[in-house]
């Protein structure tokens, strides 16, 4: 019989698309990424940082732009270096090593979940400034007539995003690769260009720049020039930003996951290398100066195409500055594949709602998906899409992370000095990056924090104090819940051993009598709760009931949908526990059997397995604990998702009795 689906679900199914089977053999096939696509996906950020971080440091340089080799030197080092450093977060960690688990792992739970919180809220500006950067750069083709409707096609931008991520992985990657590709072929092509066309008097050109370095020396001193390089350097530190996503983006790309995970960190490495130096030094060969409403590159684009025959010069200037635009308006995927990610990295260890961690029926965070896009919209609004004020938000909290990451690779060498074959080699390396991140983060926070820089500070501590509460109301509930597994195992004499046996047989019945009453529990595992709410089925009821029959479905959590292994083994637990409490009924002499699934909607998996049950044992009840808190609080509300109570409302909708069992801890 097909299943009757609403006028809802129906249109969730048109937008989103259908339900995928965790369980099917090539689930993670289909899901993940091979090398390429997790180049797109994942390195767009990094990509188009070469779209606004040179021109910040080239401008900073104000009227010495000669200094901007150097400038560019440093910053290929750079990121040279963070890319090694992350080759080695991605072998010491492969199943995935962003910034919050690096640090958790390495330095310690409060100092991980610090790095944590600073990466939701750089994604969160990762998405906002992206789209908003995009939303410029489109506008300015525009008459300005139109300029109002900006922020409005910033929201709905957003808005796609969401849509495109709650669909999938691929589905929200798929699109950009045409467009990728166009921007990668036009700026290689751009930058090829502008050294190949000087080449001819490259010795002149040489000499004309040596001579300028030796005029702003007489003007600034050695001390002054370093002293500007390094301001340049620091405030070109946009540049950097994306680079870590690949390492938190592990669990989605194709196996061999290290494998691909180190491809996909080349590729990005080397293509942003290339960038940056390839424009600072076509922005030299070209004498680019600035000019209000342009940017670097537009003016550097017109230059190079500006003896070009016809209209190709005026076409092509068009079509990579179009490429640009879209690009920037879809680097927001980062923000949308790794900030979901880190929440539920977080929520695993509850530091944020357990929701955050469970997937959708497509088998992505939806969750975290919704409330980052949602308060990527907020922040638009807020701040009427200007990218002057994001990008003083932006890149602050980035080298928070990248800090504490290195600082954890280095402690680590360290203490593994003694066991671990090359560790000087990889020790020095981290030890190069945590000097040079550290650099950037104290440079970029001196510098931009009058300009509002203090606004990320603060933002990202409120969020650290609002972990730090929800934390501690986990702690307190799970201490309140572990006294039910005191009570069950440790107390004398024991509740369960109040249990009366069935009056009619002596030992357990080999089949059910379909014509006796039964009950059906929904159990968690064979823990206190579930042993408490047997209890109270006795409690309630006496003997009444000779068959019984406990079920378990199982969440399929980010935590547990990483490979097949971590499914069979959540499986095998449910089963394990199951039998617990089917040996301990059968000796008290009643009928019980088990029955168990796995899903990523416990409550509709629930619905399915109920009328099957129902029709096997026509005389049931549905059985479910709840726990009821000393003293309900928001936070008691909004920290669990009170599982019971939904199934109830589900199977009163198909007309099955469903009793709850209150808990009291």
């Not at 849509?163 to 699109?175: A, D, F």
């Not at 080999?510 to 039964?518: A, M």
């Not at 969440?555 to 409490?581: P, T, V």
Request: glycine share 8%; with cysteine.
């Amino acid at each position: 019989m097909s299943q009757v689906i609403s006028p809802l679900q129906r249109i969730k199914r048109i937008v989103i698309g259908k339900a995928r089977d965790p369980n099917a053999p090539d689930a993670f096939h289909k899901l993940s990424l091979i090398a390429f696509f997790a180049w797109v996906g994942l390195g767009t950020d990094g990509i188009t940082s070469s779209c606004y971080g040179p021109e910040e440091a080239f401008r900073t340089l104000q009227n010495h732009h000669t200094l901007a080799i150097f400038v560019a030197l440093c910053t290929v080092i750079t990121i040279i270096i963070i890319s090694i450093s992350y080759l080695q977060i991605i072998d010491l960690f492969p199943t995935g090593g962003g910034g919050y688990i690096v640090a958790t792992k390495l330095l310690s739970p409060s100092i991980g979940m610090v790095s944590g919180c600073a990466l939701i809220i750089d994604y969160l500006l990762t998405i906002t400034l992206s789209v908003a950067s995009g939303a410029d750069a489109i506008f300015s083709f525009l008459p300005q007539k139109y300029h109002g409707l900006k922020l409005i096609v910033a929201v709905a931008g957003v808005i796609m995003l969401i849509i495109l991520n709650m669909r999938g992985v691929k589905e929200s990657v798929l699109p950009l690769v045409p467009i990728f590709i166009f921007f990668i072929i036009t700026h290689v092509f751009i930058i090829f260009y502008a050294i190949g066309s000087h080449m001819m008097n490259f010795s002149e050109l040489s000499s004309a720049t040596s001579a300028e370095i030796t005029q702003t020396h007489s003007q600034l001193g050695w001390i002054g020039m370093i002293i500007l390089i390094l301001r340049s350097y620091s405030m070109g530190a946009g540049t950097f930003t994306g680079i870590e996503a690949v390492s938190n983006g592990i669990p989605i790309l194709r196996e061999p996951k290290v494998v691909t995970a180190k491809h996909t960190m080349r590729y990005m490495a080397a293509s942003l290398a290339f960038m940056v130096v390839g424009l600072m030094i076509a922005y030299l060969l070209f004498k680019v100066e600035p000019k209000a409403g342009k940017t670097l590159n537009a003016i550097l684009f017109e230059s190079a195409t500006s003896g070009w025959p016809g209209n190709t010069g005026p076409v092509f200037v068009l079509s990579i500055l179009i490429s640009e635009a879209v690009l920037l308006f879809v680097a927001a995927q980062t923000g949308f594949l790794d900030g979901p990610r880190v929440l539920s990295n977080m929520a695993m260890d509850r530091w944020f709602p357990a929701k955050f961690a469970m997937l959708s029926d497509r088998l992505v965070t939806q969750n975290g998906i919704l409330i980052i896009g949602t308060l990527a919209i907020i922040l638009m609004i807020l701040t009427g899409g200007s990218v002057q004020f994001l990008v003083v938000l932006y890149s602050i909290n980035v080298f928070v992370t990248f800090s504490l990451s290195q600082l954890g690779m280095v402690r680590h060498w360290w203490q593994s000095r003694k066991s671990e074959k090359g560790w000087f080699r990889k020790l020095v390396t981290n030890s190069i990056g945590l000097v040079l991140t550290t650099f950037i983060l104290v440079s970029v926070t001196i510098l931009k924090f009058n300009e509002g820089g203090w606004i990320t500070i603060f933002i990202t501590g409120s969020l650290v104090a609002l972990v730090v509460m929800i934390k501690r109301h986990y702690i307190k509930a799970g201490r309140q819940i572990k006294n039910l597994d005191r009570l069950i195992f440790t107390a004398s004499p024991s509740p369960l051993e109040q249990i009366p046996a069935n009056k009619k047989r002596k030992k357990s019945p080999s089949g059910p009598n379909i014509h006796e009453k039964t009950a059906v529990l929904l159990v968690n595992g064979f823990t206190g709760l579930g042993l408490h709410s047997l209890f109270n089925i006795f409690l309630s009821f006496g003997d009444i009931f000779k068959n019984f029959v406990f079920v378990q479905v199982g969440q399929i959590d980010a935590s547990i949908f990483k490979s097949h292994d971590e499914i069979e083994r959540l499986n095998n637990d449910i089963r394990s526990g199951l039998e617990s409490y089917v040996h301990f009924l059968r000796q008290h002499g009643y009928y019980a059997e088990s029955l168990s699934s796995i899903s990523t909607d416990v409550v509709e998996e629930i619905a399915q397995l109920a009328p099957g049950i129902k029709e096997k044992f026509p005389h049931s009840v549905f059985f479910g604990g709840q726990i009821v808190f000393p003293k309900e609080t928001f936070l008691t509300k909004l920290l669990h998702n009170y599982t019971a109570f939904a199934t109830q409302r589900r199977l009163y909708e198909l007309g099955i009795p469903f009793v709850l069992l209150p808990i009291k801890v």
